[in-house]
């Protein structure tokens, strides 16, 4: 067999197609671990040294065996080949491994395809704006790639075009695909829940708040700078005090570790009684793949949320698992009361439970306390003084704790942040007999530099108290207040009061620097991009589109498919109007027109059609209008082909007569009698 | 002049029967000075052509039979000592004549083609530092066999662009064929063909076919083709500039044959196919069907 230049693929647009796959794979570098990615460098590498020194590409033995390790690393890694991070693993792999093996122009169009799909894995992972952006440069690439290889083909590798003309080309074709994708993400009815149900493994990354509480669990969080989520105040904000954004309520302690009871039996309604101004707010939640939505103490039940429920606990949560951004309003009331009438038997046995043998030494001191104040809430500010008078410190780094941790904290170390006081705390509520809990979210938060929106970070985790009083309900109680007021009044910042070198760096830096500004814009402009395209989910579109009058699956579909049917026939239309033929600049030629379009009903005009065949084809349907026809003929191929005479005007006017006439015979419906 | 012209092609119409179009394209293309060449079967009259042109048009006319062993001097002429004069007499070969038949082209060496390729170019001969001019009008009519293709040395595309025209001849409609059977000796006709012409009066046609008139529209008409054929997927290349000024003289001859002071898009179609069809190189066949030259007289809109 013969090798056509077809089958040969050209040194430029191979190591364009390199240039491209490593722009593609780069931001999964990040992902993937680091053996894949050497795998993918050294396919690469090959298929470079190949194309530049002419060393051999691998043989079939070799080209199975790094198929079988890539599939082998991938299981070891994964502990199985499908699913997203696996899945996008094997497709990284495979794709570098496709170089190695590539010959014809087929090849080029199997990687074209790959391209394709490896930037929509991308998507998977992340949705900021730099990937986006970074996705659509790329992808305006491989639609050059593909437009050069189909050039190439069609032209027979003749037509030298530079990649430029490609990549303009393909520029143009992704620009002209962006109405589609507006009409598309508008309409497209967007599934509740993942994409495709991605595998189970998507929640393996779950972020915020933990579950259960034991010592050290919120000191990691405090150290990671990610978003938790966002928040707009409509009218004033409540004072930092007062922003208290619940998650899980601990009632279950084992002595070293809090967490919740397992619900059983129906979920049942708060008793909340509200009181004073209500706050709204609208919250932009990360994705954490839980449930819990942290709203605002104390979230009113009138209101909820869409998608959501309040439970006995007054903790907001999602009704499913929360596996994308999303856009929620909230009312809240700073002021309530929980559980105010009374708390039934069950729950307050579990509320004043303690482990036997745990924090001897506390019960003591408690018990003594108790003895000494009768009055509940007296006890309560006792034990607040006793964290304020004695030498306690806010540390991230607090010393280890052994078998009797609440004993060793509260006698011993005295050093420990938020859970340590707040598990001390409620530990020694209950020895005094009062019912009490920990609550564990997010305190305070940053106002944006930039625009209104409140930033509440994971490293703004937080745990406080429960404590529950005759006639009051659940009344909050913030042992950390006692000992560090600035951690409540001005955030994780305000705790670290001297430079002791364990604040986090990314808290450390000035708030007035360039780099905080500039951050503080990014942070905003992904607030806006969040805000307005990724939280645009299920019921965000319900709303959109039924405020547009778009009510229901079925009419989405239509409008769906009413405006792409729209958009194409607006571009047909605009190509027709474009292709039109341009109005003759000549009189003979207007002429000429004029007659054409009047006999169209009898013959239409073909493109390469000279004049005498066209009067032909007219005359032997209309043998009445032989004579005038070749009149006019005559005329117009005088006109328009004959030497330049000085009878051009009486040869105009004699063409005009013959055309009008004809026009007129044309007109009239029957040919008239013969004779 | 129009007499003259109607006169010619009537008495080549006696002995060339059921042929008039593939008559007038080989006048068309003797007054335009381009050179013929016909691709057919032996035995379809192209040497009767050949000799009938030459004797109406009051030309002189030799033959060569081209074959793998025929050299450049073969065709040219050859100098050769006369003892009697003491010197090197020049035998001018038989390329010196007004009307040649080169007989299937396509048997001699790529050497003795290139000899009278570029005779039929420059229209002169070069032979020992001595160039010799040909006689005018000077017009060859060369055949190939499309037939049998064993040893024989394709003439090359850029070769090809050489030849105005290219025609097949055909065979002749029934009628015709049943006149030619009936008739009783060819030869001693076209021995009693009148000379209706001579020399002179070919050279002033031939003067009188540059007169004819080519407009801007036409012109735009004849670019917008030669554009077509550089845009067509289906063509490995448009053709030259060459084919674009060959196109327009073909036409111009065929105005003047039909007595029009002006090109008309019909005398473009009418040369186009024979103008184009030995021109346009098809791309890869399995992917585009390569036009023919009718077909992109279809597609292409007059202007």
Same mark, same amino acid.
């Given at each position: 067999?013969?090798?056509?230049?077809?089958?040969?693929?050209?040194?430029?647009?191979?190591?364009?197609?390199?240039?491209?796959?490593?722009?593609?794979?780069?931001?999964?570098?990040?992902?993937?671990?680091?053996?894949?990615?050497?795998?993918?460098?050294?396919?690469?590498?090959?298929?470079?040294?190949?194309?530049?020194?002419?060393?051999?590409?691998?043989?079939?033995?070799?080209?199975?065996?790094?198929?079988?390790?890539?599939?082998?690393?991938?299981?070891?890694?994964?502990?199985?080949?499908?699913?997203?991070?696996?899945?996008?693993?094997?497709?990284?792999?495979?794709?570098?491994?496709?170089?190695?093996?590539?010959?014809?122009?087929?090849?080029?169009?199997?990687?074209?395809?790959?391209?394709?799909?490896?930037?929509?894995?991308?998507?998977?992972?992340?949705?900021?704006?730099?990937?986006?952006?970074?996705?659509?440069?790329?992808?305006?690439?491989?639609?050059?790639?593909?437009?050069?290889?189909?050039?190439?083909?069609?032209?027979?590798?003749?037509?030298?075009?530079?990649?430029?003309?490609?990549?303009?080309?393909?520029?143009?074709?992704?620009?002209?695909?962006?109405?589609?994708?507006?009409?598309?993400?508008?309409?497209?009815?967007?599934?509740?829940?993942?994409?495709?149900?991605?595998?189970?493994?998507?929640?393996?990354?779950?972020?915020?708040?933990?579950?259960?509480?034991?010592?050290?669990?919120?000191?990691?969080?405090?150290?990671?700078?990610?978003?938790?989520?966002?928040?707009?105040?409509?009218?004033?904000?409540?004072? !930092? %005090?007062? /922003?208290?954004?619940?998650?899980?309520?601990?009632? #279950? $302690?084992?002595? &070293?570790?809090?967490?919740?009871? @397992? =619900?059983?039996?129906?979920?049942?309604?708060?008793?909340?009684?509200?009181?004073?101004?209500?706050?709204?707010?609208?919250?932009?939640?990360?994705?954490?793949?839980?449930?819990?939505?942290?709203?605002?103490?104390?979230?009113?039940?009138?209101?909820?949320?869409?998608?959501?429920?309040?439970?006995?606990?007054?903790?907001?949560?999602?009704?499913?698992?929360?596996?994308?951004?999303?856009?929620?309003?909230?009312?809240?009331?700073?002021?309530?009361?929980?559980?105010?009438?009374?708390?039934?038997?069950?729950?307050?046995?579990?509320?004043?439970?303690?482990?036997?043998?745990?924090?001897?030494?506390?019960?003591?001191?408690?018990?003594?306390?108790?003895?000494?104040?009768?009055?509940?809430?007296?006890?309560? !500010? %006792?034990? /607040?003084?006793?964290?304020?008078?004695?030498?306690? #410190? $806010?540390?991230? &780094?607090?010393?280890?704790?052994? @078998? =009797?941790?609440?004993?060793?904290?509260?006698?011993?170390?005295?050093?420990?942040?938020?859970?340590?006081?707040?598990?001390?705390?409620?530990?020694?509520?209950?020895?005094?007999?009062?019912?009490?809990?920990?609550?564990?979210?997010?305190?305070?938060?940053?106002?944006?530099?930039?625009?209104?929106?409140?930033?509440?970070?994971?490293?703004?985790?937080?745990?406080?108290?429960?404590?529950?009083?005759?006639?009051?309900?659940?009344?909050?109680?913030?042992?950390?207040?006692?000992?560090?007021?600035?951690?409540?009044?001005?955030?994780?910042?305000?705790?670290?009061?001297?430079?002791?070198?364990?604040?986090?760096?990314?808290?450390?830096?000035?708030?007035?620097?360039?780099?905080?500004?500039?951050?503080?814009?990014?942070?905003? /402009?992904?607030?806006?991009?969040?805000?307005?395209?990724?939280?645009?989910?299920?019921?965000?579109?319900?709303?959109?589109?039924?405020?547009?009058?778009?009510?229901?699956?079925?009419?989405?579909?239509?409008?769906?498919?009413?405006?792409?049917?729209?958009?194409?026939?607006?571009?047909?239309?605009?190509?027709?109007?474009?292709?039109?033929?341009?109005?003759?600049?000549?009189?003979?030629?207007?002429?000429?027109?004029?007659?054409?379009?009047?006999?169209?009903?009898?013959?239409?005009?073909?493109?390469?059609?000279?004049?005498?065949?066209?009067?032909?084809?007219?005359?032997?349907?209309?043998?009445?209008?032989?004579?005038?026809?070749?009149?006019?003929?005559?005329?117009?191929?005088?006109?328009?082909?004959?030497?330049?005479?000085?009878?051009?005007?009486?040869?105009?006017?004699?063409?005009?007569?013959?055309?009008?006439?004809?026009?007129?015979? /044309?007109?009239?419906?029957?040919?008239?009698?013969?004779? | 002049?129009?007499?003259?012209?109607?006169?010619?092609?009537?008495?080549?119409?006696?002995?060339?029967?059921?042929?008039?179009?593939?008559?007038?394209?080989?006048?068309?293309?003797?007054?335009?000075?381009?050179?013929?060449?016909?691709?057919?079967?032996?035995?379809?009259?192209?040497?009767?052509?050949?000799?009938?042109?030459?004797?109406?048009?009051?030309?002189?006319?030799?033959?060569?039979?081209?074959?793998?062993?025929?050299?450049?001097?073969?065709?040219?002429?050859?100098?050769?000592?006369?003892?009697?004069?003491?010197?090197?007499?020049?035998?001018?070969?038989?390329?010196?004549?007004?009307?040649?038949?080169?007989?299937?082209?396509?048997?001699?060496?790529?050497?003795?083609?290139?000899?009278?390729?570029?005779?039929?170019?420059?229209?002169?001969?070069?032979?020992?530092?001595?160039?010799?001019?040909?006689?005018?009008?000077?017009?060859?009519?060369?055949?190939?066999?499309?037939?049998?293709?064993?040893?024989?040395?394709?003439?090359?595309?850029?070769?090809?662009?050489?030849?105005?025209?290219?025609?097949?001849?055909?065979?002749?409609?029934?009628?015709?064929?049943?006149?030619?059977?009936?008739?009783?000796?060819?030869?001693?006709?076209?021995?009693?063909?009148?000379?209706?012409?001579?020399?002179?009066?070919?050279?002033?046609?031939?003067?009188?076919?540059?007169?004819?008139?080519?407009?801007?529209?036409?012109?735009?008409?004849?670019?917008?083709?030669?554009?077509?054929?550089?845009?067509?997927?289906?063509?490995?290349?448009?053709?030259?500039?060459?084919?674009?000024?060959?196109?327009?003289?073909?036409?111009?001859?065929?105005?003047?044959?039909?007595?029009?002071?002006?090109?008309?898009?019909?005398?473009?179609?009418?040369?186009?196919?024979?103008?184009?069809?030995?021109?346009?190189?098809?791309?890869?066949?399995?992917?585009?069907?390569?036009?023919?030259?009718?077909?992109?007289?279809?597609?292409?809109?007059?202007?």
């Amino acid at each position: 067999m013969t090798v056509t230049t077809a089958d040969v693929l050209p040194r430029a647009l191979l190591l364009r197609l390199i240039g491209l796959l490593v722009l593609v794979l780069a931001p999964h570098a990040l992902r993937v671990p680091v053996w894949e990615s050497a795998l993918v460098a050294v396919a690469i590498g090959w298929r470079l040294a190949h194309l530049q020194r002419g060393v051999p590409l691998p043989g079939r033995v070799i080209k199975t065996l790094l198929t079988i390790a890539a599939f082998a690393g991938v299981y070891v890694t994964y502990g199985r080949v499908n699913g997203q991070h696996p899945g996008t693993a094997l497709l990284v792999l495979m794709a570098a491994l496709k170089l190695l093996e590539m010959r014809s122009q087929r090849d080029v169009r199997v990687m074209v395809a790959l391209l394709y799909f490896l930037v929509f894995t991308h998507f998977l992972f992340s949705q900021e704006i730099w990937t986006v952006a970074w996705l659509l440069v790329t992808v305006v690439g491989v639609t050059g790639l593909l437009v050069e290889v189909n050039t190439r083909a069609a032209t027979g590798d003749a037509a030298g075009r530079a990649w430029r003309q490609h990549w303009r080309l393909g520029g143009v074709i992704v620009a002209q695909a962006l109405p589609l994708m507006v009409v598309l993400f508008l309409l497209f009815p967007r599934i509740p829940g993942p994409l495709w149900g991605l595998p189970a493994d998507a929640g393996s990354s779950r972020s915020g708040v933990p579950d259960s509480m034991s010592p050290g669990d919120i000191a990691e969080l405090i150290l990671n700078e990610a978003i938790a989520f966002r928040v707009r105040f409509e009218g004033e904000p409540p004072g !930092q %005090r007062q /922003l208290y954004w619940r998650g899980p309520v601990f009632e #279950r $302690y084992d002595g &070293r570790r809090w967490d919740a009871y @397992p =619900q059983n039996g129906p979920a049942r309604a708060p008793s909340l009684q509200t009181l004073g101004e209500p706050v709204a707010l609208e919250m932009m939640l990360e994705s954490t793949r839980g449930f819990s939505l942290f709203g605002l103490e104390m979230s009113d039940p009138a209101a909820l949320p869409a998608g959501s429920r309040l439970d006995e606990n007054g903790q907001l949560l999602a009704l499913r698992r929360i596996t994308e951004r999303r856009l929620l309003r909230q009312q809240a009331w700073p002021r309530y009361r929980l559980d105010a009438r009374a708390l039934p038997r069950w729950h307050r046995q579990r509320t004043l439970q303690l482990p036997v043998n745990s924090a001897p030494r506390t019960r003591a001191l408690v018990q003594q306390w108790r003895a000494e104040t009768p009055d509940d809430a007296a006890l309560i !500010q %006792r034990a /607040l003084a006793h964290f304020r008078q004695h030498p306690f #410190r $806010y540390t991230l &780094r607090p010393p280890r704790l052994g @078998p =009797q941790p609440v004993d060793e904290f509260l006698f011993t170390t005295q050093a420990g942040f938020c859970e340590h006081y707040a598990s001390s705390f409620v530990v020694m509520m209950r020895a005094a007999g009062l019912p009490a809990r920990v609550v564990i979210g997010y305190q305070g938060g940053a106002r944006s530099p930039v625009g209104d929106d409140w930033v509440i970070r994971q490293s703004d985790a937080h745990a406080w108290a429960e404590v529950w009083l005759a006639g009051e309900g659940w009344r909050r109680v913030d042992p950390t207040a006692a000992v560090s007021p600035d951690r409540i009044e001005q955030g994780l910042r305000g705790a670290f009061d001297t430079a002791r070198g364990e604040l986090p760096a990314f808290l450390r830096r000035d708030g007035s620097t360039l780099w905080a500004m500039s951050r503080a814009r990014w942070d905003f /402009l992904n607030a806006q991009w969040n805000r307005w395209f990724l939280a645009y989910g299920p019921e965000l579109q319900q709303a959109f589109l039924s405020r547009l009058g778009v009510r229901g699956w079925t009419q989405m579909l239509l409008w769906l498919t009413g405006l792409i049917t729209a958009l194409l026939l607006l571009v047909a239309a605009w190509l027709l109007w474009r292709g039109r033929p341009a109005p003759p600049a000549d009189a003979a030629s207007r002429s000429w027109r004029r007659l054409q379009r009047a006999a169209a009903r009898q013959v239409d005009a073909r493109p390469g059609e000279a004049p005498t065949a066209w009067c032909q084809r007219l005359a032997d349907r209309q043998p009445h209008l032989r004579a005038q026809l070749d009149a006019a003929r005559t005329a117009y191929q005088a006109l328009r082909y004959g030497p330049e005479s000085a009878q051009t005007e009486a040869q105009q006017q004699q063409l005009d007569r013959a055309v009008r006439g004809l026009i007129k015979a /044309l007109r009239r419906r029957r040919p008239p009698p013969a004779g | 002049m129009k007499a003259a012209v109607s006169r010619t092609v009537d008495a080549l119409e006696q002995v060339i029967l059921g042929k008039p179009q593939e008559l007038r394209l080989a006048l068309a293309c003797l007054l335009a000075q381009g050179h013929l060449l016909i691709e057919d079967v032996p035995g379809v009259g192209k040497t009767t052509l050949a000799l009938a042109l030459a004797r109406v048009l009051g030309l002189e006319f030799q033959r060569i039979q081209f074959t793998a062993d025929l050299l450049p001097a073969d065709v040219l002429g050859v100098s050769v000592f006369e003892s009697g004069s003491n010197a090197f007499r020049f035998h001018p070969g038989p390329i010196f004549a007004q009307v040649i038949l080169a007989d299937e082209i396509n048997r001699a060496s790529p050497k003795t083609q290139s000899a009278l390729l570029e005779a039929m170019e420059e229209r002169q001969v070069s032979i020992e530092g001595k160039t010799r001019p040909l006689p005018a009008p000077f017009f060859v009519i060369a055949t190939q066999n499309p037939l049998s293709q064993l040893g024989v040395f394709s003439l090359p595309e850029s070769q090809l662009d050489r030849f105005l025209m290219c025609l097949s001849m055909g065979y002749p409609p029934p009628a015709a064929e049943r006149a030619l059977l009936a008739q009783t000796d060819r030869r001693s006709l076209l021995a009693e063909l009148p000379c209706v012409l001579d020399a002179a009066q070919v050279q002033s046609l031939q003067a009188g076919v540059r007169e004819v008139t080519a407009r801007p529209a036409l012109l735009d008409y004849i670019l917008a083709l030669v554009q077509a054929t550089r845009e067509h997927a289906g063509l490995r290349h448009g053709v030259s500039p060459r084919a674009g000024l060959a196109l327009k003289r073909a036409a111009q001859a065929w105005a003047f044959l039909m007595g029009r002071p002006g090109v008309l898009p019909e005398d473009v179609q009418a040369v186009f196919p024979a103008v184009m069809d030995h021109r346009l190189l098809p791309a890869h066949a399995a992917l585009h069907a390569p036009p023919s030259a009718r077909d992109l007289l279809a597609a292409v809109a007059i202007p």
